[in-house]
């Protein structure tokens, strides 16, 4: 089952190569800060690093917090739920300062309108599917 980290590579990647503003506008956002997501309990971090870079433990960056499931993710990049709803309703649950809650969403829609555009988001989206299916089976 791939980690929380190596997904986030993946989705880094499709961004970079297919929707490059998105990625420039994400890299603005994670100059001085980074996001860190738990994935079904899993730590990946995305940060700023001469690019946009994901690392598998916490930094000392000022850092906003994002806790979801793979199936909420699923569900956002498949257009079956949307960020907002899913925020009020605490399928996504986000910790950030006010002043960093903004960017937060901005940085997750990047990411997700990011990966709608690349032709190997569909590859992305069966790797959830089998994070999801081996979550919900063992």
Not at 87 to 103: I, K, M, Q, T
Request: with cysteine; proline share 5%; aromatic share 0%.
């Amino acid at each position: 089952m791939p980690s929380a980290a190596a997904l986030l590579e993946h989705a880094v990647e499709l961004v970079t190569l297919d929707a490059p503003a998105c990625a420039r506008d994400i890299e603005d956002r994670l100059v001085a800060t980074a996001l860190a997501i738990e994935l079904d309990g899993e730590l990946a971090v995305l940060h700023h690093d001469n690019g946009l870079a994901v690392s598998g433990r916490r930094l000392t960056l000022p850092t906003m917090d994002v806790a979801t499931t793979s199936s909420t993710v699923l569900d956002l990049l498949s257009g079956r739920d949307e960020l907002l709803p899913a925020v009020r309703a605490n399928r996504v649950r986000v910790r950030a300062s006010p002043a960093l809650a903004a960017s937060c969403l901005d940085i997750i829609s990047a990411l997700i309108e990011g990966c709608a555009r690349s032709p190997g988001g569909p590859a992305l989206l069966n790797q959830l599917r089998t994070r999801v299916e081996r979550n919900r089976y063992g």
